[in-house]
Every structure is written in structure tokens, then in C-alpha cells.
């Protein structure tokens, strides 16, 4: 039985500055008591990586691969909002579509010293060189939009320019994948034994299922994310800050923002606890 759920963009902000929590997460957190943290965005993948002090690449780090480099390539639509800007959501197409797309991005990134592969579903870019650029994680860029300006690095420039070459090569595909972004990089890999449920690709293909999870780790905008009942625990996490409820017979008051080690400490035991015997 799942008892606790952890909701990625669970908490928005809204035109006035005000934090929220999603429509759709709104009933689940009412009467119950609250704490806050302080934490910056996440992905189910780079929560889990957060918690066990590694690169979100490093866990996705093909067996046996050997490279200088690696990024976790997220596949993306993009929304583009009043003002012109473009919000990323990871992309959800068919299998044959999404095949064709990987092997678009591949010989694009290939040309710029990259080998694409996939663990499970998930993509990752292998580097024969270290690439000094330091680009926003894929949380980010969905919270903040898609960056108008070159990130820092001397390799940032070039970065740059091999995700716009593969921008235009999906639009002349007429790919339903509209990009791709870099992010998360490692430079060794990491083993972990993870015990959750999610949907999430990227974490979906480092999970253990050999368990039955007693965590769930879900983005926030998928209708097949919901709890059938509520959970006796709920974090939503986004706009900077996560709001862990709690089971409570009164809602209790405005609680003070805390550092996260406390929460991070609860995720690592439930996560990446031992196998149960």
C-alpha cells in the first residue's frame, strides 16, 4: 500500500506571487497539517538523485557504457504562454514517433560528439569530452520557461546551437517532439536500489519492482497520477518550496519555512531503504 505521495509541480505560483497548491492536488491537501520547505524544483528522477547526492545522469548511466560525459535527455513539447515564452512539458507521443525523434536527435548530436542511448525509456546523451556548461534542469525550465539567454561555460555557445540544430530537425520531421534538453550531467555513474512507484520515464527505469512501493514519486499534471483515497501522507513540491500534510483533525496554522534536511532524510529511508527480506 502506497502511504506516501510525492507530487513534482505540485505547488504553483500564481500572477500575484502567491503559492498554491495544483488544482488538481487542491482536496488532497485540505485539513491536514503542514509543514514547509525550502527545496529547488524537481523531476521524480532528480528528486531521487537529490536524495542519494548524485548527478541525475549518474543513475541513468547505461551498464558497461563508456563515456566522459552524461546528460539526461528529456524529449519536450513546449506551451507558449502570453507573453511569448515557452513553458516545456515532457513529450508523450507513440512508440513509432517517438523512435523516429531518437534517431533524429541522435545524428544531430552525434555530429557534435555525442552517442544517444536509452535506459528503459529513458534517453541519455554519452559525451567523448567533458562540456563546460552549466544549463537549468528540466524542472527548472518547466517552472521558469525555456532559458532566453546562454548559460555559463565556455562550451555554452556550441550547447546552445546542438539543441537548436535538433529543434529544426524534429520541425522538418514534423516530429510531435518539439526538443530536447540537456541537464543533469555526470561525469562517473552511480548504482542505487530504488523503491517507488511512478509513471515518470526517467525514474521508471531505475526502479526496483520487485516490492510492493509504500512511495509514490508522480508529476502533478497527469490525470493517471491521483490516489483513488487520500494518502496519509502528501508532499507537493514546486515555486521553491515543498508542503509535506499530514493526517490532522484541524488545519493548523502557517508553519515557518524550514531547510530540507529533514525531509530529505525521510525520502532516503523510504526510497532507498534495503530490500525487504
Known amino acids: 500500500m502506497i502511504r506516501w ?49 548524485a548527478p541525475p545522469a549518474a543513475l541513468l548511466w547505461p551498464r558497461q557504457a563508456r563515456a566522459a560525459q552524461a546528460w539526461v535527455a528529456t524529449p519536450f513539447v513546449a506551451a507558449i504562454s502570453a507573453r511569448a515564452e ?19 536527435v541522435a545524428s544531430v548530436l552525434g555530429a557534435h560528439g555525442f552517442r544517444l542511448a536509452r535506459t528503459g525509456s529513458a534517453w541519455v546523451a554519452l559525451a567523448d569530452r567533458v562540456w563546460d556548461v552549466a544549463p537549468p534542469s528540466f524542472a527548472e525550465v518547466c517552472e521558469t520557461g525555456l532559458p532566453k539567454r546562454t548559460p ?8 546552445m546551437r546542438m539543441l537548436t540544430e535538433a529543434q529544426m530537425a524534429l520541425r522538418a520531421i514534423r516530429s510531435p517532439v518539439q526538443g530536447i534538453w540537456l541537464w543533469g550531467a555526470a561525469t562517473t555513474p552511480v548504482a542505487i536500489q530504488t523503491f517507488a512507484f511512478s509513471h515518470d520515464p526517467e525514474l521508471g527505469a531505475i526502479l526496483n519492482t520487485a516490492h510492493a512501493p509504500q512511495l509514490a514519486i508522480v508529476e502533478a499534471d497527469a490525470e493517471e497520477n491521483q490516489p483513488r483515497t487520500p494518502p496519509e501522507r502528501l508532499t507537493l513540491i514546486g515555486a521553491g518550496e515543498a508542503w509535506d500534510f499530514r ?3 484541524l488545519p493548523w496554522p502557517k508553519p515557518r519555512l524550514k531547510e530540507a534536511m529533514e525531509f530529505r ?11 525487504p527480506k
Request: net charge positive.
Open 265 to 275: 532524510e525521510a525520502l532516503r529511508r523510504a526510497a532507498l531503504r534495503s530490500a
Open 247 to 249: 493526517r490532522a483533525w
Open 152 to 159: 555559463a561555460g565556455r562550451d555554452a555557445a556550441r550547447w
Open 5 to 53: 505521495w510525492i507530487v513534482c509541480g505540485g505547488l504553483v505560483r500564481n500572477l500575484h506571487g502567491e503559492i498554491s497548491p495544483h488544482p488538481a492536488w487542491q482536496a488532497l491537501a485540505r485539513h491536514k497539517r503542514r509543514a514547509r520547505y525550502r527545496i529547488e524544483a524537481h523531476t521524480p528522477l532528480s528528486l531521487i538523485a537529490w536524495a542519494a547526492g
Open 86 to 104: 515557452a513553458f516545456p512539458r515532457r513529450a508523450a507521443a507513440h512508440a513509432d514517433a517517438m523512435n523516429e525523434a531518437f534517431a533524429t
